[in-house]
């Protein structure tokens, strides 16, 4: 059964730094297209960044560039999100998603998700 289980959200201050996890089983990570989502209530899912599994090149949205940095272990089929400078906007719940076999990033749909984890940054 393919799984995405993510953690490492917490209570954190402006400025503050966390680092998210999502640990990957069910389907062949070498042929993955992984993504970070997060979500408001209220609000629209917002992408925040992806990357294709046999590649090195990832993307990130606007308003976390050169604040967050998604990164992977292919030995523990583990992906990251380590996310700096936090400010209250970023509060939501973070979801990594996936798509098996690979597609580009910009896909419009993805296939598995995980539950999420909740973030929230305070002033």
């Known amino acids: 059964e393919v799984q995405l289980v993510e953690s490492g959200g917490d209570l954190v201050q402006a400025g503050g730094s966390l680092l998210l996890s999502c640990a990957v089983s069910g389907f062949l990570f070498d042929d993955s297209t992984i993504a970070w989502f997060r979500q408001t209530p209220g609000k629209e899912r917002e992408g925040v960044s992806c990357f294709l599994a046999h590649d090195i090149r990832t993307w990130y949205a606007d308003s976390v560039k050169g604040r967050f940095t998604m990164s992977r272990d292919i030995n523990t089929n583990t992906v990251y999100l380590q996310m700096n400078n936090l400010k209250p906007e970023d509060t939501a719940v973070y979801s990594c998603?996936?798509?098996?076999?690979?597609?580009?990033?910009?896909?419009?749909?993805?296939?598995?998700w995980g539950q999420g984890t909740q973030v929230t940054v305070s002033s």
């Open positions: 998603a996936a798509n098996s076999p690979h597609t580009d990033c910009s896909a419009s749909v993805y296939r598995f």
